[in-house]
């Protein structure tokens, strides 16, 4: 039955410990002091009601620990401070009325966790900062709202994690960066109104895995980039629609796995 209002962290706390407010389900809102260089694992999970959470102008947190905010069904909004390199596992999961994420400029992220947002339901879009190079398992997953994913330019991204994106179901298209060299298994999966995928120019994907795309049922086209050597069993099974395979120019497919197609 704890209730706390912005105004009642002090300015002088540097650590926010394991759990510190799990579960305080009154919380209504939070400001975090600019003097916090670390919060634990949990800290924030399953406050409720906490509709939201500011960090402090300069701040220097690192990280987004696991399972930060998980279960903060009322939080709204949420701006990531510039100095934060990782959102670890679980750490904004289940937040379901979550709308809008944003990225302070210059910032230095370079991973976000496995189910970091899973489970976000009122998620509409969102923009991978240029830094991020892993993109975890379900990091995504059951986003059912999710209808624009934009990858910021000068992307380094390099892996798609398994189930990624799986059951976005209002994703109508994605542009995979060039930089990408896997798309791990499931990643698409069940993505029922996925529509266009495209891979930017000079792509070096080499490995698109297991059932990647299937069930996208509203895939019409696919090209495949020619740095691909496997297409895993399954990437594009129940893909209904798809009327349109093509291979780029000197390609290097060397596997197709059974039920690719």
């Known amino acids: 039955n704890l209730e706390l209002t912005r105004d009642k962290l002090p ?7 394991s759990s510190a407010f799990s579960n305080c389900k009154k919380i209504s809102a939070v400001a975090i002091p600019s003097s916090v260089i670390n919060i634990a694992d949990g800290a924030f999970r399953g406050c409720s009601g906490m509709t939201q959470c500011i960090f402090t102008k300069d701040i220097q947190i690192e990280k987004i620990s696991s399972g930060t905010f998980s279960g903060c069904e009322s939080l709204e909004n949420i701006t ?20 809008k994420v944003n990225f302070q400029e210059e910032n230095i992220l370079t991973q976000i966790g496995y189910y970091a947002f899973s489970g976000c339901e009122s998620l509409e879009s969102i923009t991978i900062p240029a830094g991020v190079t892993t993109l975890g398992g379900n990091v995504f997953a059951q ?3 999710l209808k624009e994913v934009e990858f910021e330019n000068g992307s380094v991204l390099t892996i798609i994690g398994n189930q990624a994106f799986y059951e976005c179901k209002n994703l109508e298209t994605i542009t995979i960066p060039s930089s990408v060299t896997r798309i791990e298994s499931c990643a698409f999966q069940d993505c029922s109104n996925l529509k266009t995928v495209e891979f930017a120019e000079e792509s070096v994907l ?4 297991s059932s990647a795309f299937s069930n996208c049922k509203n895939l019409d086209k696919i090209t495949i980039p020619s740095g691909v050597t496997s297409l895993g069993s399954n990437a594009f099974w ?3 629609n798809l009327k349109e395979v093509e291979f780029a120019k ?10 690719a197609f």
């Open 11 to 17: 300015n002088y706390l540097k650590i926010i410990g």
């Open 80 to 99: 990531i401070p510039s100095s934060v390199k990782t959102i670890e596992g679980n750490a904004f999961s289940n937040c379901k009325k979550l709308k």
């Open 143 to 145: 986003c059912k709202n």
């Open 206 to 209: 080499t490995d698109i895995q």
């Open 238 to 240: 129940e893909c209904r």
């Open 250 to 259: 000197e390609s290097k497919l060397t596997i197709i796995g059974s039920n």
